[in-house]
């Protein structure tokens, strides 16, 4: 199996991501092409002793900035090191694509690039987030601010085969996020979903979600509008963040912490690494016709290494070929309801 | 001064309210007047042995389910220990109102028993929730599922005096959540406000928050829809109860675990005080002629005397005045602008 990795996505860029497909062909047995600057890959890769053996590098001179406007990918940055990534993908040059960039560039890089699955309306960010009791997708976070009903539902169709396939949950439950758990509550948006979801077969719906209920891990997959999606996303973060530096002060700050510390180092240890989101890889962008997985912007090494191996399972898993026939069922489903005058 | 209270809202009710008011009336030396079943609270007084000095009990019959609809509080529980409440604080019978009961009813009640301040489109609920720095108010929190960008303007002008008045913050920032710094970004209502805020005289707008950075304490003022106000509240409390878990599981779980807890337990109790919400009393329901503090359902006694504190607050200060007048300056602005023709 190759796996596409874009070298100049992320903070650490280049460094971290040739530690991460260096590991990876190590130990994944997977190879590995890499897009970028290539003097400069090769320089990094002697510098820190990197072995290239597995990894081939494709020179593309440009890197897309993040704060670029995401059209411009097709344009101004259409030799970068992201569009050069997606042009080998949609070629058949390799498997499944990895980057750190811009979320906004690849969402329309892949589907201008590597189109859209039959039927689905709009690609979706869905990055899978630690709870107390294992993990969850979230869905979307992100790439469409504003959403339709229909959208929603296919992002329960997708979300469901990800997590079934990729995460080995049997028949997950799908959750759409509500600010109480009846059907008669929230707006338009949920109110649409609800009456189209509640008596779906492609997969689990086990009605409305509150966001108190998210962290707990009541639901395997959790639905929303981009715009919600990424205000939960980025609330988790911040809190991770404000809960860390709580511990850092209770046990960094005086000797009787630091005595502390060493006591419960095993656990605080053990709950750091439930809670670290890398430890799962990246998002998927899922709707898109050929694997792509978002890597998270301040990846490291290890970070890459997982990433890549949730692209190899994607591959390996046919998930792509999962969602193309659940979406030509959803479609069925719908025209046989549109014939019956149900809908 | 008079604050009257609702003696069957929350899950501890009536004796929760009892205990905080006795405490109230001692620490504040305000008086209390508490409605609800005369025989049931004189009893619940004499089993625990709260005095009753200073508290004087108006009869209300029946009380509001929280799962009744909002409405029914004008016609099947128009003599709940709520509406009781609402009629005594109309009728000048005492100064501010402290229920913990639904959410939803006190809406409607104080909306329609006590009317909103003049050219105030929506009440709303504004919760503190402490952060890294303080604490930060939100607004709206639930009361308004979907909201216009002028119904966000005004939430500006109300949080900004209260959060100044009350918390004693000069120039309280107030910021709209959305998913990027930029003025460009998000749905149309965070376009719609941007516009409408950013040459705003009436407070200090700090331009989008994104959620990340509301933990942190970025912002005095949090300003977005019901819904994903009430994301975020929510959110943010599923998430303190699982941090609450691990630190139990960090702590509690083995010997070792133990007496690391002994050694940083005065860390660990200011860190869980500094995240006590109910340190700061209720939400405050912003917009209605009279002072109204939403206390949390599940609030104990020292939850009730924080809400009674900061109703007395809310008096003294005199929110509603300050409120009422800046107001009124903003609806001469929007017409001076219309006469501008800049609208």
Avoid: W
Wanted: glycine residues 10%; neutral net charge.
């Amino acid at each position: 199996m190759r796996i596409i990795i874009d070298g100049f996505g992320g903070d650490h860029a280049p460094k971290a991501v040739l530690e991460g497909s260096r590991m990876a062909v190590d130990e994944y047995g997977v190879s590995i092409i890499m897009t970028g600057d290539k003097e400069q890959i090769l320089s990094c890769a002697k510098e820190n002793n990197i072995s290239l053996d597995g990894i081939e590098i494709v020179h593309a001179p440009s890197v897309i900035p993040v704060d670029a406007h995401p059209q411009d990918i097709m344009t101004e940055y259409k030799d970068s090191s992201m569009a050069k990534a997606f042009e080998l993908l949609n070629e058949g040059k390799g498997d499944a694509v990895v980057c750190a960039g811009s979320t906004g560039a690849m969402v329309v890089g892949a589907s201008l690039m590597l189109r859209r699955i039959k039927g689905v309306r709009r690609a979706t960010l869905a990055p899978i987030i630690p709870s107390e009791t294992g993990c969850y997708m979230l869905m979307d976070a992100g790439a469409n601010v504003e959403c339709r009903p229909e959208m929603l539902v296919q992002f329960g169709v997708m979300g469901s085969v990800y997590m079934e396939k990729i995460m080995k949950i049997a028949s997950p439950r799908v959750a759409v996020v509500n600010i109480g758990a009846e059907e008669t509550k929230g707006r338009a948006l949920e109110l649409g979903v609800h009456a189209m979801m509640k008596d779906s077969d492609l997969f689990h719906f086990t009605g409305n979600i509150e966001p108190r209920y998210i962290p707990r891990g009541d639901a395997d997959v959790v639905i929303t509008d981009g715009f919600t999606g990424n205000v939960i996303l980025k609330l988790t973060e911040g809190l991770g963040k404000m809960i860390g530096n709580a511990l850092k002060d209770i046990f960094k700050s005086s000797f009787m912490g630091t005595l502390a510390g060493l006591l419960v180092l095993k656990k605080v240890k053990g709950f750091k690494k439930k809670m670290d989101y890398t430890e799962y890889g990246g998002a998927p962008l899922l709707g898109i016709s050929k694997p792509v997985i978002k890597a998270h912007g301040s990846s490291n090494g290890v970070a890459f290494k997982n990433a890549i191996r949730q692209a190899r399972d994607f591959v390996k898993m046919d998930v792509i070929g999962e969602i193309t026939s659940s979406m030509e069922q959803l479609r069925q489903q719908n025209k046989e309801r549109q014939n019956d005058g149900t809908v």
